[in-house]
């Protein structure tokens, strides 16, 4: 009894911490002046509609490495947690509706992914959530094959040439423009067109592939691992 | 003033707390490892609203001139995209060693993994 009663006062003092929030400790009524900043300038230096990808490409650039990196470092965890195994059978086959259904709506989860990457500057979205896409997309096909081949090599590359473009991308704007990981490496162009805002479509692209890659290492990984 | 969504976010949060700290299967603390996590993100997010304005997207509809008057906050919507991530990567790396201890002692009752234990 003495552990409920712990775990009730644990409780109790998270909510204490936290209901003063409910009264709205937010925004107010205004932008700060750092999110307006990134409001005025962001469409006139970078040529981006959605302000959030360039929060995220440009001005918190190296943040967005860390995060890539931590993602890198979980998946190389996962990788070295469950080694593959010979492939278990699978308790039960998948239905005609299933497999049928799964072969064709994986290539057109995989455009959407695609899209989904490379309008990441104009659209809500971005690399994460494109590479999110496709990973189910191959979700979906493990699920409806019988025995999807998943070439772990072909994975690996991938990955690995992405991370190392969207290093190099970022060392070239260190050395071209402004600092590192600046967009500004490669014209704005026209506001609002799909090859515009400088480096971030490219950016986008190659963390749309990395991350991608490496969800679908991690599912494959969970799946030949019975 | 009450904002549901921040409430809602503290819901969760202090719901996945309750459930990580009274439940006895990995798996079930994983679980609600997940739910703090998604509320965190949902209060997260609730602190860059402002009332009646817009995604921070300047298409034709918003428009360049006066945008700040326009759009909620683009910071916290950034920050929570970099969690969601992470947090996806965490999970993924958490259900993994899950995975490793079943197959050490073949059961995911923290009962049974006493090595620990003072």
């Given at each position: 009894m003495i552990k409920r009663l712990f775990v009730l006062l644990a409780v109790a003092g998270m909510a204490v911490i936290l209901i003063p929030f409910v009264s709205g400790n937010g925004a107010g009524d205004a932008l700060n002046n750092v999110a307006a900043t990134y409001v005025e300038d962001a469409p006139r230096d970078l040529g981006t509609m959605n302000i959030v990808t360039a929060v995220i490409v440009t001005y918190r650039g190296l943040d967005t490495l860390g995060e890539v990196l931590v993602l890198f470092i979980a998946t190389a965890g996962v990788g070295f947690l469950l080694k593959k195994r010979r492939e278990g059978d699978p308790v039960q086959p998948p239905s005609e509706i299933l497999s049928t259904g799964g072969m064709i709506l994986m290539p057109l989860i995989v455009l959407f992914g695609i899209y989904v990457f490379s309008h990441g500057h104009l659209t809500p979205g971005g690399g994460f959530q494109g590479g999110v896409i496709i990973a189910t997309a191959f979700l979906l096909a493990m699920l409806s094959a019988r025995r999807l081949p998943i070439y772990s090599g072909l994975l690996t590359w991938i990955e690995s040439v992405s991370g190392f473009a969207y290093l190099a991308v970022g060392v070239l704007g260190l050395v071209l423009a402004?600092?590192?990981?600046?967009?500004?490496?490669l014209p704005a162009g026209r506001?609002?067109?799909?090859?515009?805002?400088?480096t971030i479509p490219l950016i986008y692209t190659f963390i749309g592939l990395k991350v991608g890659t490496e969800l679908v290492s991690i599912l494959d990984k969970l799946r030949s691992n019975q | 003033m009450i904002h549901a969504v921040t409430a809602t976010g503290i819901i969760l949060i202090l719901t996945g707390l309750w459930c990580m700290l009274t439940r006895k299967h990995i798996i079930r603390i994983i679980i609600g490892f997940s739910i703090i996590d998604t509320g965190i993100h949902i209060m997260i997010v609730s602190t860059g609203y402002i009332r009646n304005r817009t995604a921070p997207i300047l298409d034709h509809a918003v428009?360049?001139?006066?945008?700040a008057d326009k759009v909620v906050d683009p910071v916290p919507s950034a920050l929570v995209l970099t969690a969601i991530v992470i947090g996806l990567a965490v999970t993924a790396l958490m259900l993994s060693y899950a995975v490793k201890l079943y197959r050490r002692k073949r059961t995911l009752d923290i009962n049974n993994y006493a090595e620990l234990k003072w």
């Amino acid at each position: 009894m003495i552990k409920r009663l712990f775990v009730l006062l644990a409780v109790a003092g998270m909510a204490v911490i936290l209901i003063p929030f409910v009264s709205g400790n937010g925004a107010g009524d205004a932008l700060n002046n750092v999110a307006a900043t990134y409001v005025e300038d962001a469409p006139r230096d970078l040529g981006t509609m959605n302000i959030v990808t360039a929060v995220i490409v440009t001005y918190r650039g190296l943040d967005t490495l860390g995060e890539v990196l931590v993602l890198f470092i979980a998946t190389a965890g996962v990788g070295f947690l469950l080694k593959k195994r010979r492939e278990g059978d699978p308790v039960q086959p998948p239905s005609e509706i299933l497999s049928t259904g799964g072969m064709i709506l994986m290539p057109l989860i995989v455009l959407f992914g695609i899209y989904v990457f490379s309008h990441g500057h104009l659209t809500p979205g971005g690399g994460f959530q494109g590479g999110v896409i496709i990973a189910t997309a191959f979700l979906l096909a493990m699920l409806s094959a019988r025995r999807l081949p998943i070439y772990s090599g072909l994975l690996t590359w991938i990955e690995s040439v992405s991370g190392f473009a969207y290093l190099a991308v970022g060392v070239l704007g260190l050395v071209l423009a402004g600092g590192f990981l600046d967009s500004r490496l490669l014209p704005a162009g026209r506001y609002g067109s799909l090859l515009s805002s400088g480096t971030i479509p490219l950016i986008y692209t190659f963390i749309g592939l990395k991350v991608g890659t490496e969800l679908v290492s991690i599912l494959d990984k969970l799946r030949s691992n019975q | 003033m009450i904002h549901a969504v921040t409430a809602t976010g503290i819901i969760l949060i202090l719901t996945g707390l309750w459930c990580m700290l009274t439940r006895k299967h990995i798996i079930r603390i994983i679980i609600g490892f997940s739910i703090i996590d998604t509320g965190i993100h949902i209060m997260i997010v609730s602190t860059g609203y402002i009332r009646n304005r817009t995604a921070p997207i300047l298409d034709h509809a918003v428009g360049l001139q006066g945008a700040a008057d326009k759009v909620v906050d683009p910071v916290p919507s950034a920050l929570v995209l970099t969690a969601i991530v992470i947090g996806l990567a965490v999970t993924a790396l958490m259900l993994s060693y899950a995975v490793k201890l079943y197959r050490r002692k073949r059961t995911l009752d923290i009962n049974n993994y006493a090595e620990l234990k003072w």
